[in-house]
């Protein structure tokens, strides 16, 4: 009678190979997804890149924004809420306040900004306002009717109008005099940029716009239109201001958003490089410097 032979016997180790096998292509499949995740989309994969404004150095809380602050890069930025969070365009940052401390690299978000220093935690206040060497800040009064009814907010620019009562002797030949009597207005100031408001603030939001009226600090929210301006200007121009604000009626106009200056001044002005060049004004160096009276001769 026949017997059948004898199942053969694995060889020992044969089913060890295929799971080194297996272990190996695991390891590769995972690098594979690795790899895709951080080259080829940051997070996503095959995810967009989208050029975005993130902090070139460290800015601290309460700064206001200046363009050696940013720089552009490319980065991922997943989902349409992320997108409308975070800026394309460095100039959409600039003169905007910081609300937090900003380290260098950080993706500068619409939450971390503010567009009146007065929305920002007063904890801890900047060291220095923001001024060029060889600039002044000065606070002037404004009002509904004086200050574009509170649309004057931290970072614009705006021109000063000053209306003059002339009231001068002129001299017409040998022993003959003649009284002129009128007034006149024109433009004394343009792009004069604003740094500080009044404590009065209101209606100012954060650069998220989320609403919030302004508070002064103390747990009180204030409404109204703000009651001064500060702003930053040479010393010699400041002392004309002050001549201004104690002889005539000053009204100030806002500057659209598209005739700004590209970026603060961040160098002395020629015509007043320091605060000892300021010689001090009267109604003889403002109608020489302005021609107030011009206006009403005609000559």
């Known amino acids: 009678m026949a017997v059948a032979p004898a199942a053969a016997r694995p060889r020992p180790g044969g089913g060890r190979l295929f799971i080194i096998v297996g272990v190996l292509l695991a390891a590769l499949a995972f690098g594979g997804v690795f790899l895709l995740g951080n080259f080829g989309g940051g997070g ?12 070139k150095q460290s800015i601290p809380l309460r700064h206001q924004i200046t363009a050696g602050d940013l720089v552009t890069a ?3 930025v997943s989902g349409d809420a992320s997108l409308a969070n975070v800026y394309t365009n460095t100039n ?6 910081a609300q937090i401390n900003i380290s260098k690299g950080a993706i500068i978000t619409s939450d971390m900004l503010a567009t009146d220093p007065n929305v920002v935690p007063t904890s801890a206040s900047p060291a220095f306002l923001p001024l060029a060497s060889g600039y002044v800040a000065i606070t002037i009064p404004t009002g509904e009717q004086q200050g574009v009814a509170g649309h004057i907010s931290v970072g614009d620019y705006v021109t000063v109008i000053a209306t003059v009562q002339v009231q ?22 343009t ?9 009065a603030s209101s209606g100012v939001t954060s650069a998220a716009g989320n609403g919030g009226t302004t508070s002064t600090g103390t ?12 702003i930053e200007m ?32 961040s160098t002395p002005d020629p015509s007043c490089a320091t605060v000892t060049a300021a010689g001090g004004v009267s109604g003889k160096q403002v109608d020489a410097k302005y021609h107030f009276t011009t206006l009403i001769t005609g000559k």
């Open 191 to 199: 792009a004069v940029r604003v740094i500080g408001l009044g404590p």
């Open 74 to 76: 490319k980065a991922s």
């Open 44 to 55: 996503a994969i095959g995810g967009p890149s989208n050029v975005i404004v993130v902090a």
């Open 168 to 189: 001068l002797l002129l001299v017409q030949g040998t022993g003959s005099t003649q009284t002129l009597t009128g007034s006149a207005t024109k433009t004394v100031f």
């Open 234 to 265: 040479t010393q010699c121009d400041s002392e004309y201001m002050t001549w201004f604000l104690v002889n005539s009626q000053v009204k100030y106009t806002l500057e659209s958003y598209r005739d700004y200056q590209a970026s603060p001044p």
């Open 219 to 230: 747990g009180v929210t204030t409404t109204g239109v703000t009651s001064s301006l500060t």
């Open 92 to 97: 959409d940052v600039l003169n905007k306040i």
